[in-house]
C-alpha cells in the first residue's frame, strides 16, 4: 500500500490548530471591523498576469515562488495560485469600478496564500495571511492608522515585544536618481554578486536589497541608502507618518535597508518583528503604500496602502512564548441511556436539544449506562441527560456531572433547563 502524505510545505491543521488560527481570525474580523475594513473574497487563483504586473516579473515571489496552474488546454489562459491577496484586491477594485464608491475603500481578506519556496520552519508553500488594504488616500495620517491596525492585533493575540521597522522607499520622482546610484554601486562589485543577482541589477536593482543569498549581507550593508536620497515630498510625507506613530505611541525603528520583496512600493514600507528576531525569516507581518498599483492594474491613478500578516508565524511565536494552545470546549450535556440498545430515543433527545441550540454529544455505542455516564465525566461535559423509565410519564434525569447532583426534568423543559445552566456557566 502507498503511504500518502501531505504535500511538503503544506501541514493539516488539526482540530486543536485549527481552533489557535479560527482564533487569530476572529481577532482580525473583530478588528476590521472596528477600524471600518470590509471583509471580502478574492479567488484561490488568477490570471497570472495580475501577479507578473501587479508584483513585478523580477522579483522572488513571482520568478521563483509563482504556483503556476498547468494549462487545460493550449489556448486557455495562464493561471497561477495567489502568492499574496494585495495584486487579486486591486484586481476586484480595477474590475468592479470601487473608484465610484466614497474613497477612502478599506477592503480585508483573510485566507490561504500559495508559495512555492523551500520549505523551512515559519516558511510554508500555503501560509494564511490577514490583509487590509485602504485604497484612495494618500496618507500620511492613514499610514499611521494601519500601521497601529497591525500592531494591536499582535497585541490582542498575545505576541509580547512586537515592533515596527519602517523606511520610506520614495516614488516616481526621487527614486529613478537613487536606482542609478544602487545599480552603479553594485556594478563596481559586479563580478562578486551572485549569478541571479548579477542579472536582477540590470533589470530590478533595488531587489538585490532584500537577496537571501548570504554572501550579499557585507555588500547590501555598506550600499547607498534611499532615506539619503528622498525628494522633499517624500521626504515630508515620511516625517509625518512617523510624528502619527509617536502621537499613538506605537514603537518603531527606521531601518534605512528595509524596501521589502515585491515591486509594487512607493514611499511607506514596514515589517512587524518580535524583537531579538529581525531575521529574514521571521518577519511577522508587511505592508507598505503602492501609489502606482491601481494604474498598473488597469484603473485610474488611486493611492493605496496595506498589510499582510503571516497567521502561521504568530501561531508559532505563541508556541514559543509558552502561550497556551487554545482549548475547546467540552459540550454541555451528554445524552445517555438506561437502554443500551435504544440508540433511537437518545437520538431524538439529542437532536431535540441541538435544533434549540445546544451543543450537546449522544452516546451511540451500546454500552451500559455507567460506561456512558464515566465516559461523560471523563470529557468534562457538565451535565448528563439520563434516559429510563421514566420517560413514559415524560420525564428524564438530569446530572450535573461537576456537582454530582440529579433530579428529575420534564422532558419538555430540559432544553430551557440546560440554555438556563449554559448560560450561568459560559458552556456551549
Ligand atoms: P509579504 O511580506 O510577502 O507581503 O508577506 C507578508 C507576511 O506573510 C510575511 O511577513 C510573513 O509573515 C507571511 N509569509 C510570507 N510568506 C510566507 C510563507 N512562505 N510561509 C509563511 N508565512 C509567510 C505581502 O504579502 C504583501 N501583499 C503585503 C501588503 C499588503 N502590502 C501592501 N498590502
Redesign the pocket.
Known amino acids: 500500500m502507498p503511504s500518502y502524505r501531505a504535500p511538503r510545505?503544506t501541514r493539516d491543521l488539526l482540530p486543536e490548530a485549527r481552533a489557535g488560527l479560527s482564533r487569530l481570525e476572529a481577532i482580525a474580523r473583530s478588528l476590521a471591523a472596528r477600524y471600518g475594513y470590509r471583509e471580502m473574497e478574492i479567488p484561490l487563483f488568477e490570471q497570472t498576469a495580475v501577479f507578473e504586473r501587479g508584483?513585478g516579473e523580477a522579483t522572488d515571489?513571482v520568478e521563483k515562488?509563482l504556483f503556476r496552474l498547468a494549462p487545460r488546454t493550449e489556448d486557455s489562459e495562464a493561471w497561477a495560485l495567489r502568492?499574496?491577496?494585495?495584486?487579486g484586491?486591486v484586481r476586484a477594485f480595477v474590475q468592479h469600478g470601487m473608484h465610484t464608491l466614497p474613497q477612502p475603500v478599506k477592503l480585508t481578506v483573510v485566507g490561504p496564500?500559495f508559495?512555492y519556496?523551500r520549505?523551512q520552519a515559519?516558511?510554508?508553500?500555503?501560509?494564511?495571511?490577514w490583509?487590509?488594504?485602504v485604497l484612495g488616500d494618500q496618507g500620511p495620517a492613514v499610514d499611521a492608522e494601519l500601521i497601529e491596525l497591525g500592531w494591536r492585533f499582535y497585541n490582542e493575540a498575545g505576541v509580547s515585544g512586537v515592533q515596527v521597522l519602517l523606511n520610506s522607499i520614495g516614488d516616481a520622482a526621487c527614486r529613478p536618481a537613487y536606482l542609478e546610484s544602487l545599480t552603479e554601486y553594485f556594478r563596481a562589485n559586479a563580478p562578486v554578486l551572485p549569478e541571479l543577482e548579477r542579472r536582477r541589477l540590470e533589470t530590478n536593482p533595488l531587489r538585490l536589497l532584500d537577496s537571501k543569498d548570504p554572501s550579499m549581507v557585507a555588500l547590501i550593508a555598506a550600499a547607498p541608502k534611499i532615506s539619503e536620497c528622498l525628494c522633499a515630498d517624500c521626504a515630508a510625507h515620511f516625517s509625518a507618518v512617523k510624528a502619527h506613530l509617536d502621537a499613538l505611541g506605537v514603537p518603531y525603528r527606521v531601518a534605512p535597508m528595509l524596501v521589502?520583496?515585491?515591486d509594487?512600493?512607493t514611499r511607506t514600507a514596514f515589517?512587524?518583528y518580535r524583537s531579538g528576531a529581525e531575521g529574514q525569516q521571521q518577519?511577522?507581518?508587511?505592508?507598505?503604500?503602492?501609489d502606482g498599483l491601481v494604474e498598473l492594474l488597469g484603473g485610474r491613478a488611486t493611492p493605496?496602502?496595506?498589510?499582510?500578516?503571516?497567521?502561521?508565524?504568530?501561531l508559532l511565536a505563541l508556541e514559543e512564548s509558552g502561550v497556551e494552545a487554545v482549548r475547546e470546549a467540552p459540550p454541555l450535556a451528554v445524552v445517555t441511556g438506561a437502554d443500551p440498545a435504544d440508540t433511537v430515543t437518545r437520538l431524538r433527545v439529542a437532536s431535540l436539544l441541538r435544533g434549540e441550540g445546544l451543543a450537546v454529544r449522544v452516546e451511540l455505542a451500546p454500552r451500559k449506562l455507567s460506561r456512558q455516564l464515566e465516559t461523560a465525566s471523563k470529557e468534562h461535559a457538565h451535565f448528563a441527560v439520563i434516559i429510563g423509565d421514566e420517560l413514559a410519564e415524560g420525564n428524564v434525569q438530569l446530572k450535573d456531572l461537576e456537582a454530582g447532583t440529579q433530579r428529575l426534568v420534564p422532558l419538555s423543559d430540559l432544553a430551557r433547563e440546560l440554555a438556563r445552566a449554559a448560560k450561568s456557566h459560559h458552556h456551549g
Do not use: C, H, N, S
Open positions: 510545505g508584483i515571489v515562488e502568492p499574496e491577496a494585495t495584486a484586491l496564500m508559495r519556496d520549505p515559519g516558511r510554508y508553500r500555503q501560509f494564511w495571511q490583509d487590509a488594504e521589502r520583496g515585491l509594487y512600493y515589517e512587524y518577519a511577522l507581518g508587511g505592508g507598505g503604500r503602492y493605496g496602502i496595506g498589510f499582510a500578516l503571516g497567521l502561521d508565524r504568530v
